[in-house]
């Protein structure tokens, strides 16, 4: 008679999910000291071009932060930036449906495919200024002039990014959603949105990175308020720190908004995909 083996659990398994942990934080811990030694070597390399130049027109690292801390200390910086937001925001939003909307058909027709390249190709191919200054030319003033310049440059990105996530998706899970009849409050729920969510976000990032630009270029050429309007003041000037210490706070926005919502926001979205933590 064969004696019976004892089974001992594995005590490996016990320990995986610790390390893991542990990674992750570590993880998180080291892309933040990654962001800041990128920005302190980018100021350090700013001084030394500014005290080997030694001209006016390159100042150096003090007297811009000394700008930077007078516009957070100053009630027009945050009136302007609201400005600028808000418009951001309109045509961001305008932009994002009618990407949506034109990625998607593209991505499950291959005849609204080939009619919307066209438009797509061409709204890939002209510069963010020609739309700024034909919107001005055409709307002066008005609020539909930034909204409408921001979509116009913003929309053809946003429809080819989200043209390709659509292309991406697993035809056996389209397939199966139709076999078994899915309602399609299911399918958008638990199909479209978490297959498309990658590209949902990288186009949002692209998105925006293209909206901040055209803005400041409205708002110098056909606008009377908002943070491109304050640099080309600053540019009349000759304040080149000024207008170092604008860049510098929009930039500062920017990266809230990426690193405060963009990304906890995709974490949230992407939560149910597997991470490898080696």
Request: proline residues 2%.
């Given at each position: 008679m064969t004696a019976p083996t004892e089974t001992r659990p594995a005590p490996h398994r016990e320990l995986r999910a610790a390390p893991s942990q542990r990674a992750g934080a570590g993880q998180g811990w080291r892309g933040i000291a990654a962001a800041a030694a990128f920005v302190v070597l980018l100021a350090g390399g700013w001084q030394v071009m500014a005290t080997a130049l030694d001209s006016v027109l390159v100042p150096s690292v003090p007297e811009i932060g000394a700008r930077v801390v007078e516009l957070a200390l100053s009630p027009g910086f945050y009136a302007a930036l609201g400005?600028?937001?808000?418009?951001?925001?309109?045509?961001?939003?305008?932009?994002?449906?009618?990407?949506?909307?034109?990625?998607?058909?593209?991505?499950?027709?291959?005849?609204?495919?080939?009619?919307?390249?066209?438009?797509?190709?061409?709204?890939?191919?002209?510069?963010?200024?020609?739309?700024?200054?034909?919107?001005v030319i055409w709307f002066g003033v008005d609020l539909l002039n930034p909204v409408l310049a921001i979509a116009l440059s913003a929309a053809p990105?946003?429809?080819?990014?989200?043209?390709?996530?659509?292309?991406?998706?697993?035809?056996?899970?389209?397939?199966?959603?139709?076999?078994?009849?899915?309602?399609?409050?299911?399918?958008?729920?638990?199909l479209w949105l978490p297959s498309l969510a990658p590209a949902l976000f990288a186009g949002a990032r692209?998105?925006?990175?293209?909206?901040?630009?055209?803005?400041?270029?409205?708002?110098?050429?056909?606008?009377?308020?908002?943070?491109?309007?304050?640099?080309?003041?600053?540019?009349?000037?000759?304040?080149?720190?000024?207008?170092?210490?604008?860049?510098?706070?929009?930039?500062?926005?920017?990266?809230?908004?990426?690193?405060?919502?963009?990304?906890?926001?995709?974490?949230?979205?992407?939560?149910?995909?597997?991470?490898?933590?080696?």
């Open positions: 400005i600028t937001l808000l418009r951001v925001a309109l045509g961001f939003a305008l932009a994002f449906v009618l990407g949506a909307a034109v990625g998607i058909a593209m991505g499950r027709s291959p005849l609204a495919r080939r009619f919307f390249e066209p438009g797509v190709l061409v709204g890939l191919t002209v510069p963010g200024l020609v739309w700024a200054l034909l919107c990105a946003l429809s080819l990014s989200i043209y390709q996530g659509t292309r991406a998706i697993d035809a056996h899970l389209l397939e199966m959603a139709h076999v078994y009849r899915f309602p399609a409050s299911y399918r958008l729920r638990y692209l998105g925006l990175s293209l909206a901040w630009k055209v803005i400041v270029l409205v708002e110098i050429f056909g606008m009377s308020s908002g943070v491109g309007y304050e640099i080309n003041n600053e540019f009349a000037a000759q304040n080149v720190a000024g207008v170092l210490a604008w860049t510098a706070m929009f930039a500062l926005v920017m990266a809230v908004l990426e690193y405060g919502v963009l990304q906890g926001l995709e974490r949230r979205a992407s939560r149910w995909r597997k991470e490898a933590h080696i």
